[in-house]
């Protein structure tokens, strides 16, 4: 059973201690109980709240890593994968087929003079595009 499957249960465990034994309790023995389970279900969920916030710093750092290492690397159109075309903003698979499609490109511009993508779309990738 994992970690989110154990925090459902103390959840409900508490809901249910509460309306269960809270019938011929006191409000303030209620209260204490309330307090109890909801204490151990947060030194339950601490652990997996932690893991959570490791696993977020790794995805930043590993997509700063990605953007730093891309930077001044341009995508060559004529060699680009599909995959790869779809990484550019705005571009889908129907697209990045399109410009397979139409090379050879002896300069990026060619994307519009081939009609392969309107200027609105080429002005959003045209930084990230060579072709050689």
């Known amino acids: 059973m994992n ?3 154990y925090l459902g249960i103390g959840s409900l465990a508490a809901a249910l201690t509460f309306f269960v034994s809270g019938c011929g309790d006191t409000a303030a023995e209620r209260e204490a109980k309330i307090r109890e389970e909801a204490a151990k279900a947060a030194a ?3 652990p997996v709240v932690e ?3 490791r696993a977020v710093k790794a995805a930043a750092e590993g997509a700063k890593q990605g953007w730093e290492e891309s930077n001044g690397k341009r995508l060559d159109i004529n060699d680009a994968s599909e995959i790869e075309l779809t990484g550019l903003p705005g571009v889908d698979h129907r697209e990045a087929r399109r410009i397979i499609e139409n090379r050879p490109y002896h300069d990026t511009h060619e994307l519009v003079s081939k ?3 309107n200027q609105k779309l080429y ?3 045209k930084d990230d595009v060579t072709a050689h």
Request: a positive charge; charged letters at 45%.
């Open 123 to 125: 002005d959003r990738i």
């Open 44 to 46: 339950q969920a601490k």
């Open 3 to 5: 970690r989110r499957n």
């Open 51 to 53: 893991e959570a916030g």
């Open 115 to 117: 009609r392969v993508m």
